[in-house]
Structure formats: C-alpha cells, structure tokens
C-alpha cells in the first residue's frame, strides 16, 4: 500500500503570515490530489496535480508537484482565517482506490 | 447540483449494537466510497461500489459492510459495535469507476460515537 506522509501534523500562525505543508511518499504516484476539510463537513477538493515539476496556483495557494512524482507541498500566501481548516493530500493506492495522508490542521489566527 | 448527501448525521449507540447509514451520491455519479475518518488514523478506505458491484475493499473486519441500490443510493452497515469504530464516516462519490485517481465528491459525514 502507498503511504502519503504529511507535514506538520499541527501548524497555526498569525493572519498575513506565509505557510507551507508537505506532502511525501517513497512511491512514486501518477496523480496528487489536495483537499480541505473545515470543521463538521467532508473534505473539499482544491487540486489535482498530474505532471512531474507541475505548479498550479488558486488565488493566494500554490501547489506544486515534485520533479519525481513523489511528494507535493502546498504554500498559502498572507494566510487568513479562512484558510483555517484540515489539510488532505491523498493519490492513487491502487485498484483504483484514493488513499490519503493524515493531513495538517492549519489554524489562522485574527 | 445537489451535493453528497449522509444520514443521519449523528448517531449515538451502545456496544454490541448494529447500525446502519445512508448516502445519497450527486445525481449522474454511479461510483459511491466510504471512509472512516479518527484522529489517530486520517482517512483509511472501506469500500467502493459501481454500479451496484462492490469494487474494492481496505482492510477492516467483516463486520463492515455496505451495498449500492440501482439508484446508485449507498448504505454501510456495521454489526456488533466496539468502542474503536467511533469515528466520522464519509461517503464520497465519483462520475464512473474508471479513471485512476479521479476526484471524490464528499458528502459531510456521519458521527457515529459508541458507547
């Protein structure tokens, strides 16, 4: 089984401050996928990433794909508490399943 | 569109008890999945269903069951209740069974606590 490790488990700053959280794996995926889950309701996807090195921007996240196919990182520029919410990045596990990594709780303070 | 729609939301039972919850896939998804969320574990995969077949399973125990109705409908089942198997459950939906990878459409979860 694939195993996507995230990090950091817990991460909370100030309004205006810039984060990033990672994303990573021994295997290799096809695909990445970034999720948030606010409290009280199912993760909502943000992106898919597909290409190697492949960057992909969402109005202040930016999403970025490894050369290797092999981790992601996730950076949030001048956070806001809007952003605050539990981070999922999650690929293909084989058989057609998505497995996900235990994600990374952002709190964003006013 | 309607979103994924669980019932109930809540569920509180005693140890020993079955249970059983409901999810309604967005209209033209025939792909229905369920998670368990906890937070020791993240999200760990249950089962998929298409087209009423169930296509994959993880590793939980035979006390985890579900089925999908012709309307593409899911229910889970889980029999004979341990205090571990409190946990938000998640049901998800995608367009086909294909496509490795393809996004899921979550709906808000069920809490099921055991006591």
């Known amino acids: 089984t694939q195993l996507l490790e995230q990090s950091p488990q817990f991460l909370s700053i100030q309004e205006g401050e810039n984060l990033t959280v990672y994303c990573n794996s021994s295997?290799?995926?096809?695909?990445l996928q970034w999720y948030r889950q606010e409290p009280g309701e199912g993760p909502v996807l943000l992106v898919t990433?597909?290409?190697?090195?492949e960057v992909k921007k969402l109005k202040r996240l930016t999403f970025q794909f490894g050369d290797a196919r092999k981790d992601s990182s996730l950076h949030i520029t001048a956070a806001q508490p809007g952003d605050t919410g539990l981070y999922l990045c999650?690929?293909?596990?084989?058989?057609?399943?998505?497995?996900f990594g235990k994600g990374t709780k952002l709190t964003v303070n006013p | 569109k309607a979103g994924v729609t669980q019932t109930p939301r809540y569920l509180i039972k005693t140890r020993g008890q079955q249970v059983t919850l409901s999810c309604s896939p967005i209209?033209?998804?025939?792909?229905v999945s369920w998670y368990q969320q906890t937070p020791g574990q993240g999200l760990q995969f249950l089962f998929e269903?298409?087209?009423?077949?169930?296509?994959n399973k993880g590793n939980f125990p035979g006390r985890f069951s579900g089925r999908q109705f012709s309307n593409s409908r899911s229910e889970m089942n889980v029999s004979t209740l341990e205090l571990g198997d409190s946990a938000l459950y998640l049901c998800?939906?995608?367009?086909?069974?294909?496509?490795?990878?393809?996004?899921?459409?979550f709906g808000n979860g069920t809490r099921l606590t055991v006591t």
């Open positions: 295997s290799v995926f096809s695909s």
């Open positions: 998800a939906s995608r367009p086909i069974y294909s496509g490795q990878g393809s996004p899921l459409h």
């Open positions: 209209s033209g998804h025939r792909s």
């Open positions: 999650a690929g293909p596990g084989g058989s057609e399943k998505l497995v």
């Open positions: 990433v597909v290409t190697g090195g």
């Open positions: 269903y298409f087209s009423e077949t169930q296509r």
